[in-house]
C-alpha cells in the first residue's frame, strides 16, 4: 500500500501550477459572473421587488441576457473540470488539515465546489426539461444555491489573493511556478516536482486549446437554439427554435394544459376588468377592434428563443376601454386552472408598450391551439413564462 503522504507524487504533470490554476480560475470567474448577473436579473424580471423594475426596450434585450445567462453557464462546464483538474491532487495531502483555519479553509472550497456542481447539474437538466432527478423547485433551489456559491466564490478569492496575485504576476514558465513555490503562503505541497512530470505530455498551450475548444464547441453547439445562423449546427440545444406548429416551439401544449376544451368552446369571452367597468368579448369582438402586429420573439428562460410575427389587439386599448390608463399595470389570467404559469403580470411601462398584444394570429394565420389560441399574451422584453397562453381574463391594477 502507498502511504498517504507518497500519493502525490503519482500526479504527474508538471502543468499543474498555481500559475494555471490562477488562469483558469480568472476565466472561470468571468463566465460565472456573467452568468450569476444575467441570472439574478432574470430572476428579478420575474419576482420585481419594489424598487425594480424592468423596461420594454429595446424588445431582444431579455433574449440577449438569458442567451448568454445560459452560454456562459455551459462554457463554464470544461473550465470548472480543467480548474479542478489542476488541483485535484490535493484531496491526498496529508496531513488533510493543518489547524483550524486551513479546515474552515478546505470546507469553504469543498462547499463552493458542491455549489456550484449543483447549479452546473441542475441548470442542464432544466435544459434538457428533465425534472425527475430533481426533487425539488427547480427555480428556487438554482436561485438560492447561486447566493451560496458566489458568496463562496468571493470568499475563495479573497483568501486566495495573494496566492492569486503572486501565480499571475510570476514568471510564465510553468516548469519554474510548480518549483518555486511563489509566495510563503503557498504550500510546498502546491504543485507536483516537475522532475515526476512525464516527458512529452500536454502542453500548456495544449491545455489551454483543449478547455478553450471544449468551451466553443459547447457554446457553437447550442448557442444556436438563440442565434438564428447557428441553428443548423445546434446539434447538442435541446430545442430547435424553428420547429413547432406555426414554426414556433411549444413548451406547454393545450392538452397538457388541459385547456383545449374551453379553448375551444365557441362560449369562450375574454373578460377584461377595469376601475370603470367589466367587458365580456367574444372572439369575434376582438378581432373587430382596431388589430396591430408585431414582430416579437418567445425567449424561454431555457435559453432558447424563436422570433414571430402576432398580430392582434393592443392591451393599452383593453385597458383604456375599462377606463385604465398608461400607468396601470395588468393581471393576465389564463383559462388553465393550475401551474406554476397560469398567470401573469404586466407592469406599467410593459402594459403601455403599442407592441404589448393580446395576440389573436401568428404569421398570418389564427393561433394553434398550443400558442394559446384563442388568445395570447405577447409583450417586448419579456421572459417566456410570462406571455401568458389561453387569456381568459384581463385585470387593470391601479
Ligand atoms: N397558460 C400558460 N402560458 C404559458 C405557459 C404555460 O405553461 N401556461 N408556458 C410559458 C412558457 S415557459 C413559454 S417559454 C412560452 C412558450 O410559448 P409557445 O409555446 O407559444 O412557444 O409560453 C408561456 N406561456
Ligand atoms: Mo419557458
Redesign the pocket.
Known amino acids: 500500500m502507498i502511504h498517504p503522504a507518497r500519493l502525490g507524487t503519482r500526479f504527474t504533470s508538471a502543468l499543474r501550477s498555481p500559475r494555471l490554476t490562477s488562469q483558469l480560475g480568472l476565466w472561470l470567474a468571468a463566465a460565472i459572473a456573467i452568468c450569476f448577473g444575467t441570472g439574478l436579473l432574470s430572476h428579478l424580471i420575474q419576482h420585481p421587488p419594489w424598487w425594480f423594475t424592468w423596461p420594454s426596450r429595446p424588445v431582444n434585450l431579455y433574449r440577449v441576457t438569458q442567451g448568454l445567462h445560459v452560454a456562459t453557464g455551459l462554457a463554464a462546464i470544461p473550465l470548472l473540470a480543467a480548474k479542478l483538474w489542476s488541483v485535484y491532487p490535493r484531496l491526498f495531502t496529508w496531513p488533510p488539515v493543518r489547524d483550524a483555519a486551513h479546515a474552515l479553509e478546505r470546507a469553504g472550497v469543498a462547499a463552493l465546489v458542491a455549489g456550484i456542481l449543483f447549479q452546473f447539474v441542475t441548470g442542464v437538466l432544466n435544459l434538457a426539461r428533465w425534472y425527475d432527478p430533481m426533487p425539488f423547485f427547480f427555480t428556487a433551489a438554482h436561485y438560492w444555491t447561486a447566493w451560496l456559491a458566489v458568496g463562496g466564490l468571493l470568499l475563495h478569492v479573497a483568501v486566495k489573493l495573494p496566492v492569486i496575485r503572486a501565480a499571475l504576476a510570476g514568471p510564465a514558465a510553468p516548469a519554474a511556478d510548480a518549483a518555486t513555490p511563489a509566495t510563503p503562503a503557498t504550500p510546498a505541497t502546491d504543485a507536483a516536482a516537475p522532475a515526476d512530470a512525464v516527458p512529452g505530455g500536454l502542453s500548456r498551450r495544449g491545455l489551454f486549446g483543449a478547455v478553450g475548444g471544449a468551451a466553443a464547441l459547447i457554446t457553437a453547439t447550442t448557442v444556436g437554439q438563440t442565434v438564428r445562423p447557428l441553428a443548423g449546427i445546434a446539434v447538442l440545444a435541446p430545442r430547435d427554435p424553428r420547429i413547432?406548429p406555426q414554426g414556433?416551439?411549444?413548451?406547454?401544449t393545450a392538452a397538457a394544459?388541459g385547456?383545449l376544451d374551453r379553448a375551444t368552446d365557441p362560449a369562450y369571452r375574454l373578460e377584461v376588468t377595469g376601475p370603470a367597468r367589466t367587458l365580456r368579448l367574444r372572439l369575434a369582438d376582438l378581432a373587430a377592434l382596431p388589430q396591430h402586429t408585431a414582430d416579437l420573439p418567445?425567449?424561454?428562460?431555457?435559453g432558447w428563443s424563436?422570433g414571430a410575427t402576432w398580430s392582434g389587439v393592443r392591451i393599452a386599448d383593453l385597458v383604456a376601454a375599462v377606463g385604465g390608463g398608461p400607468r396601470d399595470a395588468v393581471l393576465v389570467e389564463?383559462l388553465?386552472e393550475t401551474?406554476?404559469?397560469?398567470m401573469s403580470t404586466l407592469d406599467a411601462p410593459h402594459a403601455a408598450d403599442p407592441l404589448a398584444l393580446l395576440a389573436l394570429r401568428l404569421g398570418g394565420e389564427a393561433l394553434h391551439p398550443?400558442?394559446?389560441f384563442p388568445a395570447?399574451l405577447i409583450a417586448p422584453n419579456r421572459p417566456?413564462?410570462?406571455?401568458?397562453?389561453?387569456v381568459a381574463r384581463i385585470v387593470v391594477r391601479r
Not at 248 to 252: I, K, L, S, T
Not at 339 to 342: I, K, P, S, T
Open positions: 413547432g414556433v416551439p411549444v413548451n406547454r394544459a385547456v418567445i425567449t424561454c428562460v431555457e424563436a389564463s388553465q401551474g406554476r404559469y397560469r398550443d400558442h394559446g395570447r417566456g413564462v410570462l406571455q401568458t397562453k389561453w
